[in-house]
């Protein structure tokens, strides 16, 4: 009797049938091989098909003959005593049995429905539409059943009874109020079944990745780069398949959330700086070469390069690849796989920078015009920012102006390290203590930028853009390109004092203005003089205590008696290379010192003004042409009871390439004395 097995008669044994893809062994995807029509990649200028899908096997997750994988079978037990299920077979189409391990046994519980982990190995790579399933009841004869993709749940079944069950309650009690109305409840729309199907590929290669790291941790400074190497080689447990690496995995928590930001962003401004702070945040490799071969018993080593970003703290690095021989089974599909090592990183803060100003280099400082005596002051700007050391250890910054660097093409595209020692006009700081705060004060030549008016560019090629934003205007795209361009070659550092460390100081805190981007452009040089004889000289201001009161105004300084004559020239050249520019000139005069309180009746501002209107025209400059104005200037009589006062001359600059707001300049300062 032992022997006696009877029919199984239920014929609704199986509910459901699924292949557990997060369950299985490793990362595998199935893709078209888009390798074949090179022409199509290229000529293929927008990627988004509204109506259509370019690579419908990337959803495809295969299984790999003879190795492991899981399905969960999903069962019915109708009857008040429990089901030994012996043993679970797949079945194809074409007659290709997937069957489980022999003596697994599964109990499935009385009147339940037992979702069941069934791990099975496959032999025959191909592409198997399953539709039947061979079940082993223990005392009853083998089984086939058909199967198919549920399209209920078992969560769904149970919620579609609470909501009929609140229906009938709803119904019942309105019928006493309401006894014309009616509550019907339209069947579900199940669809019709579909064959579950799976695909099983040849034997594929299985890589292992490990790093020299010590329990895979990372400890850097902001701003500063470290490295470490990862290796690959075959898994000793699998037999070495020679492998093809496509190329390298090194993703980030930062980068993920800069994506995000720049998503959900719509300004063409935030875009592209977003990208610039995604390429810079991206973990790289200088020396990992794609599409190269992996044989067996044979390594790959690559460096990974790890920048300090505020809010990094774990990554991954690994590498995607293949088969080196494509089997003939796979048509044009390809099977690539991902191998992967998480990495622990903690970033601690070191400079923060702020409080950035631009100022003319000619009202620079007697320290920088001492420390620099050979650069005209008159070509270039000053630059100011504060700093403040939050780490815990001593450090130094040094910064300088790269006059190689340009903006690069793609925001996601950076720029290749420079040194100091290459730069003579380096500025550096003493070492400060942790929480110790300073200020420096850099040099920079004037920049000339002949692509300042043009539109910022696209993150990435859209075939469809939607915004509600107006477009920048010219004066915003004008400081939009300028900061670019400073940020990109202004080289600010920090520094230990043993020099072994060393890392780049975020200044994206610099903000410019459109008076600002005026000291900044190298387009128009504007100098004015007065005959030389009237020049204050460099030690008068420290040998006589008497022009102590001069001392703090900037160079260059005149003295002129009241009453007396000068002659003023101001000269102007367009210092653009292949560039002619119109610009529209005009005085500007202002009065410092003398009485502290202005007279309302004095005009020695407005009479100053006047002799020199001569000079309010437009002008036109070839590049590098020069043109002259020259007026004689009388310095009037105050009234008021003042002593003496300083007049500032200059020149507003409008049109042109400038800002439309304009660009005011004090060229001159000439001290009237009694």
């Known amino acids: 009797m032992e022997q006696t097995e009877a029919l199984f008669w239920y014929d609704h044994l199986v509910h459901s049938v699924k292949y557990d893809s997060e369950r299985a062994g490793r990362d595998l995807t199935l893709r078209k091989n888009t390798n074949d029509d090179p022409l199509q990649r290229t000529s293929a200028r927008f990627e988004h098909q509204a109506f259509g899908d370019r690579n419908k096997g990337s959803a495809v997750v295969p299984l790999v003959a003879g190795e492991p994988s899981e399905f969960i079978v999903t069962l019915r037990n109708p009857f008040a005593f429990s089901l030994d299920i012996e043993s679970i077979k797949l079945v194809s189409t074409k007659g290709v049995e997937i069957a489980c391990p022999p003596n697994l046994t599964y109990q499935i519980p009385p009147c339940a429905v037992q979702p069941l982990r069934v791990p ?49 309650k709803s119904k019942k009690t309105k019928e006493g109020s309401r006894p014309g109305t009616a509550t019907t409840i339209r069947p579900v729309s199940r669809g019709q079944p579909v064959l579950p199907s799976v695909t099983v590929v040849p034997q594929q290669p299985s ?54 930001s720049r998503r959900s962003s719509n300004l063409p401004s935030q875009i592209y700086e977003l990208g610039q702070d995604i390429g810079r945040a991206e973990w790289k490799s200088r020396d990992f070469k794609p599409s190269s071969q992996l044989d ?33 089974e796979l048509g044009d599909y390809l099977v690539t796989s991902r191998v992967s090592q998480e990495i622990a990183v903690t970033v601690q803060p070191s400079i923060t920078a702020s409080h950035f100003s631009v100022l003319p280099g000619r009202e620079a400082s007697e320290h920088i015009a001492a420390k620099f ?36 093409t793609s925001p996601t595209r950076q720029l290749p390290p420079s040194s100091a020692a290459d730069h003579p006009l380096t500025s550096r700081s003493d070492y400060l203590k942790p929480g110790q705060a300073s200020s420096m004060a850099v040099l920079v030549p004037k920049i000339h930028l002949p692509y300042s008016n043009d539109a910022i560019p696209a993150a990435q090629d859209r075939q469809f853009v939607l915004t509600d934003t107006q477009p920048l205007s010219r004066e915003d795209r004008m400081c939009f390109w300028y900061r670019q361009k400073l940020l990109q070659s202004l080289r600010c550092r920090w520094r230990d004092r043993s020099g072994a460390r060393q890392g780049i100081v975020n200044c994206a805190a610099l903000r410019l203005t459109s008076e600002t981007v005026g000291y900044i452009m190298s387009i128009l040089s504007i100098s004015m003089s007065l005959p030389p004889e009237l020049r204050v000289p460099d030690t008068t201001n420290m040998d006589h205590p008497s022009s102590s009161s001069s001392s703090h105004f900037p ?120």
């Not at 061979?134 to 549920?150: G, H």
């Not at 690559?302 to 990094?312: A, K, Q, S």
Request: charged fraction near 25%.
């Open 120 to 168: 099975v190995v496959a032999t025959v790579p191909d592409v198997h539409d399953l539709v039947k399933l061979r079940v082993k009841v223990r005392q009853c004869r083998e089984r086939d059943f058909d199967v198919s993709i549920s399209r209920t749940t078992i969560q769904e079944v149970e919620k579609m009874k609470e909501v009929g069950h609140s229906v009938a």
């Open 373 to 408: 005596p050979q650069v005209d002051l008159n070509e270039h700007f000053v630059l100011i920012f504060d700093f403040l050391n939050v780490s815990d250890r001593e450090l130094g910054v040094e910064a300088w102006y790269d006059e190689a660097a340009v903006v690069p």
């Open 296 to 328: 067996s018993h044979k390594t790959i080593t690559f460096t990974v390069d790890v920048f300090g970003v505020r809010g990094l703290n774990k990554g991954i690095v690994g590498v995607e690849y293949a088969a080196a021989d494509k089997p003939p």
């Open 555 to 674: 160079r260059p300084l005149y003295t002129l008696r009241r009453g007396d004559t000068a002659k003023v020239t101001a000269t102007l050249v367009n210092t653009s290379p292949d560039t002619a520019h119109s610009f529209t000139v005009a005085p500007v005069v202002r009065v410092r010192g003398g009485s502290p309180l202005l007279d309302p009746d004095d005009s020695v501002r407005s009479r100053i003004a006047q002799q020199l209107l001569g000079w309010a025209r437009r002008v036109r400059l070839e590049p590098r042409a020069e043109t002259r104005l020259e007026s004689e200037l009388v310095c009037p009589f105050g009234v008021g009871g003042w002593t003496g006062f300083v007049v500032e001359l200059g020149l507003e600059v409008a049109e042109g390439p400038f800002p439309p707001s304009g660009h005011v300049g004090s060229l001159c300062w000439v001290q009237v004395v009694v």
């Open 207 to 260: 890589l292992a990745i490990r790093t020299n790291l010590i329990q895979d941790t990372i400890s850097l400074l902001e701003g500063e780069t470290k490295t470490f190497k990862a290796t690959v080689s075959h898994d000793e447990k699998d037999k070495p398949i020679k492998a093809k690496i496509l190329h390298m995995l090194g993703r980030n928590n930062t980068v993920d959330v800069l994506r995000v």
